[in-house]
């Protein structure tokens, strides 16, 4: 099993910066799918970004193309998410998620483990 804490998340301004992180406990950390999706009341919730094992895939929805790198720290047990030029639509509950049952995983159902959400506001 594996815990997961993000933290990083604030109030920022149309086109500011922020980062996320997602800490992990366990060891084996190195054999974790990773990735960020996001919620906003009332919708479902969406992948942002994933990055494999190894760290040399990454996937990321049209959205965020450009603007948003995924990132991790295999000795660290830490992913990360860089939003830049970030807009009010990017405002979300932003969730790290882990899985290494399906290491091509892009949808809510292949991640096991979830943390418990850090807020992202980003105002006009």
């Known amino acids: 099993q594996v815990q997961l804490v993000e933290s990083g998340g604030g109030l920022v301004q149309a086109g500011g910066s922020l980062r996320l992180s997602c800490a992990a406990s366990g060891r084996t950390f190195s054999s974790y799918t990773m990735a960020w999706f996001r919620q906003v009341p009332g919708k479902e919730r969406e992948l942002v970004a994933v990055i494999r094992r190894s760290g040399s895939t990454r996937y990321y929805v049209d959205s965020v193309k450009g603007r948003f790198t995924i990132s991790r720290d295999n000795a660290k047990n830490t992913v990360y998410l860089q939003m830049n030029s970030l807009k009010p639509e990017d405002t979300a509950v932003y969730y790290c998620?882990?899985?290494?049952?399906?290491?091509?995983?892009?949808?809510?159902?292949?991640?096991?483990?979830w943390g418990q959400g850090t807020q992202v506001t980003v105002s006009s």
């Open positions: 998620a882990a899985t290494d049952t399906v290491v091509t995983g892009t949808s809510i159902g292949d991640f096991d483990y």
